[in-house]
């Protein structure tokens, strides 16, 4: 017999879920204790070995990768706010699964599957006494590095993405108080962003249009060709012009002027003479 050793009874109830909905449940016997679960089999020839790999992999990964993730955001990294948890382990959660292609992330030489089987191969699953936490110690350091990795990954795009989000209310409180240089303007999205206004002003004059200060504070964040201008003008109104909405650039803009931005696709533009109508204030 196999006997499994667990950390709590929630651990205990979670992998007995796991075998009641596996394909071989009939194939073995299942005797319950406090925090542990005996394996026998009910037939000569079936292997515990080849039965308990896929349930461990299963378990370790959709019943103590969450958890293992939250003790390093909070008691590693710190954040002990719920709801920013929540949205780290999102975010660790789409770089596992390959939908944070944006993000600095190298992909994972080795899959978190493969590190915990690897590990379950090299003992003997058939009899004796298997301990949960002491297979977490001492045979999953490559897993738990990768999950460190991937933590360290999501901690990361969360603080830039927050950093994001303070820079485009600072953008949006300047933009809101400013009285408008120009009432409306409209952008080009054609392989670069052109402020169409300023098309033909020279770099000399474009400066008139900055408000230095603000891009000094922000130098970082505002380039000079298209959104100091851009934000230094106010406008109340914005037309972008683009195929690629999706573009960081065009959410940028999008984000800062909300209700004031009107967002067409590139062939409504026309190469006609759009007048400057200048603020009268």
């Not at 990361?156 to 009285?179: C, G, S, W």
């Not at 012009?241 to 026309?270: C, G, K, W």
């Amino acid at each position: 017999m196999l006997e499994i050793i667990f950390e709590d009874d929630h651990d205990a109830a979670a992998f007995l879920h796991l075998i009641q909905h596996s394909d071989d449940r009939n194939n073995l016997i299942v005797r319950e204790g406090i925090r542990k679960i005996g394996i026998e089999k009910a037939k000569p020839a079936f292997s515990i070995q080849r039965f308990m790999e896929p349930i461990l992999v299963k378990f370790f990964l959709e019943c103590k990768e969450d958890e293992h993730m939250l003790s390093l955001i909070e008691g590693t990294y710190c954040f002990t706010d719920q709801d920013e948890q929540q949205q780290i382990l999102q975010l660790a959660h789409s770089i596992i699964e390959g939908e944070a292609d944006d993000l600095p992330f190298e992909p994972l030489k080795l899959s978190r599957k493969q590190s915990i089987l690897d590990e379950l191969q090299t003992i003997c699953l058939e009899e004796g006494v298997f301990s949960i936490r002491s297979f977490q110690t001492f045979r999953l350091g490559q897993y738990y590095k990768q999950l460190r990795d991937i933590t360290e990954a999501a901690i990361d795009e969360y603080k830039m993405e927050q950093e994001y989000q303070n820079f485009i209310q600072t953008l949006r409180d300047y933009v809101t108080a400013k009285q408008p240089r120009i009432k409306k303007v409209h952008i080009v999205h054609d392989g670069s962003f052109t402020l169409w206004e300023l098309r033909y002003v020279p770099e000399r004059e474009k400066m008139k249009y900055i408000d230095r200060r603000f891009v000094r504070d922000h130098p970082m964040y505002i380039d000079s060709h298209l959104l100091a201008p851009l934000i230094s003008i106010a406008p109340d109104e914005v037309v972008l012009y683009t195929d690629q909405p999706e573009h960081m650039m065009a959410r940028t803009i999008q984000n800062v002027f909300q209700e004031r931005l009107e967002m067409l696709p590139l062939h409504a533009f026309s190469g006609a003479e759009i007048p400057v109508k200048h603020s009268e204030g």
